[in-house]
């Protein structure tokens, strides 16, 4: 069956410090991946979505960035983290239909 | 272009009485509908989803959902509402621009009372 992991489960981070959050997803080949943000009581953003290997879309522009270096990983980073980085960021992944299957999210503070 | 609105920001029921979450989709075409269910500081897991098959979902834990055309609803239900059911929930509606993106609604806290 398939799995997906993110770590670490929660970040504190000083503002202007770097960021790497990492997913990956256990048990399918070639899924598409997405990035999504969850801020403080509001709905789910979609950040990035792959749909192979080095292949990163952007939907918002922002301070971050995604990439792929492997099948089934996916890494969204930031240089400079900025106070309205904070959230929760969702990594999820969809292979041979339209259903997505989320992961259990990073929590990450800027302070 | 399609959206989804959830009705209700916050719902409140008793234990043991009935859940009703509200949505409404707008979609040029038929659309795919998905629940999901978030508890706190966790991820997403999808309850049910609507494909074009039967216009009456069933889904996990006893939840259920009717797909109505005719209204543009997709609105959630369960029979009786549980302690565990507490949590929030997100309805989504699926569209294809070089992959399958979501679009979710701004989602319904549910609280069950004691």
């Known amino acids: 069956s398939q799995t997906i992991h993110q770590w670490p489960a929660t970040l504190v981070q000083p503002v202007g410090s770097p960021l790497s959050l990492e997913c990956t997803v256990e048990g399918t080949s070639n899924p598409n991946l997405y990035w999504y943000r969850q801020a403080a009581g509001r709905g789910l953003q979609l950040l990035f979505y792959s749909v192979g290997i080095g292949q990163i879309s952007s939907e918002v522009p922002q301070n971050l960035s995604a990439s792929r270096p492997q099948d089934r990983q996916f890494i969204l980073s930031s240089k400079k983290l900025l106070l309205s980085d904070s959230g929760f960021y969702l990594c999820?992944?969809?292979?041979?239909?339209?259903?997505?299957?989320f992961g259990p999210g990073t929590r990450l503070l800027v302070l | 272009a399609q959206s989804v609105t959830q009705l209700d920001s916050h719902v409140s029921v008793s234990e043991g009485t009935p859940v009703l979450l509200r949505c409404n989709y707008s979609s040029s075409y038929s659309p795919s509908l998905f629940w999901y269910v978030q508890h706190p500081n966790k991820g997403l897991q999808l309850l049910l989803k609507?494909?074009?098959?039967?216009?009456l979902v069933k889904g996990i834990n006893g939840f259920e959902a009717e797909f109505k055309k005719s209204e543009t609803s997709f609105h959630l239900t369960k029979p009786s509402a549980h302690m565990s059911d507490a949590a929030e929930y997100f309805c989504?509606?699926?569209?294809?621009?070089?992959?399958?993106?979501?679009?979710f609604g701004t989602g319904t806290r549910l609280k069950v009372l004691a």
């Open positions: 989504v509606v699926s569209s294809f621009s070089g992959t399958y993106k979501y679009i």
């Open positions: 609507y494909t074009s098959a039967a216009t």
């Open positions: 999820a992944w969809i292979w041979g239909g339209e259903t997505q299957y």
